[in-house]
């Protein structure tokens, strides 16, 4: 059950669930050396939809040892419906207006039944242009209402929602917070399983963000088919061979691995050359050149190759998201070890979302730190 939030508790953050992993995954955060206290993985019937694993992971969390009651809750690709769109620079009850009837025409739903917020790029206007570019996200009020009641019946307090992407921005964005970090601009491609995102942050600001749809999935089906192996089979071998990259475990027959090598050359030449049309497209919009540098996060960011691939198409510097966080999160939480870190990023930044924060910072651009 759930710990009373005391007054010298007071640095630990809300709860981040992420309820668009693979299995739902919650965590809670000790704030300012932003090491993880808490962690609670949720094994559930891939089958299961949005609602249902909201129930499931509100069970899970009312048996665990988090402290206070406020979740900060992770939408599914699925759920949270994102395209970019030029609307007329507005503030207030107009500019929500505006951003919900936008969403409610791109998404063909009635206005009532659609929510929606959106982000401010930054990108430069055309001349004489008085709109503004901004990714709009938009879910369905049904879903919501559904899957947020289940958490407040578990007596859990939901007092933010957010997509996916912003709780990576954030997370990669823990040293790049301040005004002066806006010239620290670098892309990070979070590869999930079953789609990926690719993202150019400007300091903690999002500049670009677009949704790929190859993902762990996409791999596993390649090396199923070359190999006339099940997908269940070969979803093992990736992981063997990437854990053997992280040094976790043997290395994979020299067979097996030169045939998953090959399966997965064109599914990862795919997604490299999408990682860089995006790129070359926020070279041309901002004007100010291609990122230096690309960040790989996410439970499948370690395919064998993937970074090397990534490099020579993109021609820019490869690192692993590790780099760009805290080195609090480099250690075990409880039994799980360091490396597994690479499957709670989602909920690392969703965690870290301050309980109090200022009105308007999203709409302003900014990751909410």
Not at 72 to 100: F, K, N, Q, Y
Not at 135 to 156: H, K, N, T, Y
Not at 344 to 354: D, I, S, Y
Request: glycine share 8%; charged share 25%.
């Amino acid at each position: 059950m759930s710990y009373w939030r005391m007054p010298w508790n007071r640095n630990i953050g809300p709860i981040g669930l992420d309820l668009g992993a693979e299995h739902p995954r919650a965590m809670q955060v000790r704030l300012g050396e932003d090491a993880p206290r808490e962690t609670v993985e949720v094994r559930i019937d891939p089958s299961a939809d949005f609602v249902q694993r909201a129930v499931a992971a509100a069970s899970a969390m009312r048996r665990s040892r988090f402290i206070g009651r406020e979740v900060v809750v992770g939408l599914p690709t699925s759920i949270a419906r994102m395209h970019v769109a030029r609307l007329p620079a507005m503030s207030g009850a107009d500019s929500r207006e505006a951003i919900a009837w936008e969403a409610s025409e791109r998404n063909a739903m009635a206005r009532e039944a659609i929510v929606a917020d959106a982000i401010a790029t930054g990108a430069p206007t055309a001349h004489g242009d008085s709109k503004e570019e901004q990714l709009v996200i938009a879910a369905s009020v049904d879903q919501l209402e559904q899957a947020l009641g289940a958490i407040v019946d578990a007596g859990f307090d939901p007092i933010a929602v957010e997509p996916r992407f912003m709780s990576v921005a954030r997370a990669v964005s823990r040293r790049a917070r301040r005004d002066a970090d806006v010239v620290n601009v670098r892309a990070v491609l979070h590869v999930e399983q079953h789609g990926s995102c690719i993202m150019v942050l400007r300091g903690d600001r999002i500049a670009f963000c677009r949704e790929i749809p190859v993902g762990g999935e996409t791999l596993d089906l390649a090396v199923a088919t070359r190999l006339s192996v099940s997908v269940e089979a070969a979803s093992v071998l990736r992981a063997h061979r990437m854990a053997a990259v992280r040094g976790n475990a043997p290395a994979v027959d020299v067979a097996a691995d030169e045939a998953a090598q090959a399966a997965t050359r064109a599914t990862i030449d795919a997604l490299a050359g999408e990682v860089a049309l995006c790129l070359r497209y926020y070279g041309v919009t901002f004007r100010g050149g291609q990122p230096g540098r690309v960040v790989l996060s996410g439970p499948h960011s370690g395919e064998p190759r993937l970074d090397e691939i990534i490099e020579q198409t993109t021609r820019a510097e490869v690192v692993n998201f590790d780099r760009e966080l805290p080195v609090a999160t480099h250690r075990p939480v409880g039994k799980r070890p360091a490396q597994e870190f690479a499957s709670w990023v989602v909920a690392f930044g969703l965690a870290c979302r301050p309980r109090f924060f200022v009105e308007g910072t999203v709409a302003g651009g900014r990751v909410a730190a």
